[in-house]
């Protein structure tokens, strides 16, 4: 019995050195591969970061040497000024107002008929269910072009009017589409008994299926309000009164009119200082870098807060089919 153990000793031996010579080859090979994938993943991440981050350190840093190309890496000449000068910039206030009123307004009419319209679908016993649902859905492949579109706009009195922002986007199919397919996955057996303990439609909707629906309504929530606060289009064809200018629009005319801008503002500190520095002075570049900031600063504060959602949302759209 010793013989045999001895005897095989030596094999076993063998085999323990080949297992490890391997894992340690597959080891070696995967920290390789792991590494290449993080440089290239961190090449690429700074990449889509350094743009941005270029021009938040170029807005808090010395004028003069922003416009000259000088800031790359960190800021010089740290401060603040531009953040306040931006203000004194006419209608930049009011564009805020009607962004954030648009983009509070909007999305919570949305939300609201995205989720009855999307339960509504859901229901197998709907009248005309596939005419409708064929007939909202199409709207999303299918338009009929922008001069159309304007005209139909044009003869529902909307330009120049607040609801122009509001009313195109309030039937959206892709969030109808979003919520037909949670509710549709979501246990009839619920429905079923508050229907069998004498609850109707709008009952059933409210009491037992908002409850539930509370992911899929914060993501089409998110995906709205980033909608309306981006948009951009339907100011620049429907509105001509720049008291209705929403903050892309007034972004849009700042970029194009910086370097005016600049000397407006630089005219109102000089009459409320001696002398603006050369730090502080406005330029054309410190106008279009402080107003894309404050532009974009509040959807990206609103972004990695409800990041999950987006995530949920894209996975859901991917299989509404």
Not at 156 to 175: E, G, K, M, R
Not at 281 to 308: C, D, E, G, N, W
């Amino acid at each position: 019995m010793s013989d045999n153990q001895t005897s095989l000793t030596p094999n076993t031996r063998e085999i323990d050195i080949t297992k490890k010579t391997v894992k340690m080859q597959v080891s070696a090979t995967d920290k390789i591969i792991s590494t290449i994938i993080y440089i290239l993943f961190s090449l690429f991440a700074f990449i889509c970061v350094y743009p941005f981050y270029s021009i938040i350190i170029n807005t808090i840093s010395a004028n003069d040497l922003s416009a000259k190309g000088e800031i790359i890496f960190w800021p010089k000449g740290i401060h603040f000024q531009n953040y306040i000068d931006v203000f004194k910039i006419p209608g930049l206030g009011n564009a805020f107002m009607i962004s954030l009123g648009r983009t509070v307004i909007g999305t919570l009419l949305t939300v609201g008929a995205s989720a009855f319209l999307g339960f509504m679908f859901a229901q197998e016993d709907m009248w005309g269910k596939k005419f409708w649902y064929r007939f909202t859905i199409i709207t999303m492949f299918f338009n009929a072009g922008i001069i159309p579109w304007y005209l139909t706009m044009r003869s529902l009195h909307l330009t120049d009017n607040f609801l122009a922002y509001i009313l195109p986007s309030v039937v959206a199919p892709f969030f109808i589409i979003l919520v037909k397919t949670f509710v549709e996955a979501t246990p009839k057996e619920l429905q079923q008994a508050a229907s069998i303990d004498g609850a109707g439609i709008f009952t059933i909707f409210y009491k037992v299926i908002l409850p539930i629906s509370k992911p899929i309504l914060a993501t089409v929530a998110i995906f709205s309000a980033v909608n309306q606060w981006n948009s951009f289009q339907d100011t620049l064809l429907l509105v001509t009164d720049s008291k209705l200018y929403s903050l892309q629009f007034i972004l849009y005319n700042y970029i194009n009119q910086a370097s005016s801008l600049s000397t407006m503002v630089n005219l109102q500190n000089a009459g409320s200082t001696a002398m603006a520095t050369l730090a502080t002075k406005q330029t054309s570049t410190s106008i279009r870098m402080t107003v894309t900031i404050i532009v974009v600063a509040p959807i990206l504060l609103v972004y990695p807060i409800f990041q999950r959602f987006f995530v949920k949302g894209i996975i859901i759209g991917a299989v509404k089919g």
